[in-house]
């Protein structure tokens, strides 16, 4: 078994080695399990949203589906990350997202501009992402990023939760400010990702 470099245990009687990490073609990792089992049960959420409405049970689910982002990304920093985990994360992340504001604006909960917008500028996204990608560009998300999936989260949570029924502006003000948050963030890769592949065009066609 192959163990880090300077593991100063290794070999010494008595003392267990560490298993080795997860390498960057894996695919059965317990990172990957839990994405995978969150998108899994989106449609069930989705289901349950059109079918009942704001439910405990309903912002029970949304509760835990939501967490277990943090909690994949955090298994994954400590046993190794992986192209597949890359992949599967944020694609799971959209289908659990897009698919409650969409479900909510199915039983006319949320208006279906500021959710196009969101939906709109996650499409955009992914699309300049993989083209940054295909010229061996990864640009790092930022601040605004995470904030902005912490804001649509919050609003779903706000939308589904019974206690708030009678103050239904408070779903709708998170959303927008998710929304002002999300075209901030994709102006920001936006211009992220074309400095880095201006950067990489010129030192590559620098003597």
């Avoid at 409650?100 to 939906?119: M, N």
Wanted: hydrophobic fraction near 55%; charged fraction near 15%; charge should be positive.
């Amino acid at each position: 078994m192959s163990r880090p470099a300077g593991d100063a245990t290794a070999g010494v009687p008595g003392v267990p080695e560490r298993p080795s990490g997860f390498g960057p073609s894996a695919l059965a990792t317990p990172a990957n399990a839990v994405t995978v089992l969150r998108l899994l049960l989106a449609p069930l959420l989705v289901v349950r949203i059109v079918t009942d409405g704001a439910t405990w049970w309903n912002l029970a689910l949304w509760v835990v589906l939501a967490s277990t982002d943090g909690v994949d990304g955090w298994i994954a920093r400590r046993q190794g990350t992986t192209r597949s985990g890359a992949f599967l994360d944020p694609l799971a992340d959209k289908v659990l997202v897009l698919g409650a504001l969409f479900s909510l604006v199915a039983i006319d909960r949320f208006g279906w501009l500021p959710v196009t917008i969101i939906a709109v500028r996650e499409v955009a996204v992914s699309l300049w992402r993989v083209h940054l990608g295909r010229k061996g560009l990864a640009v790092p998300a930022r601040a605004s990023a995470k904030a902005k999936t912490f804001a649509q989260a919050i609003a779903v949570g706000c939308a589904l939760a019974p206690a708030l029924s009678g103050a239904l502006w408070v779903a709708d003000v998170i959303l927008w400010v998710s929304v002002a948050l999300t075209v901030a963030s994709a102006v920001q890769y936006a211009a992220d990702g074309h400095r880095a592949a201006t950067s990489m065009t010129r030192d590559r066609d620098r003597p």
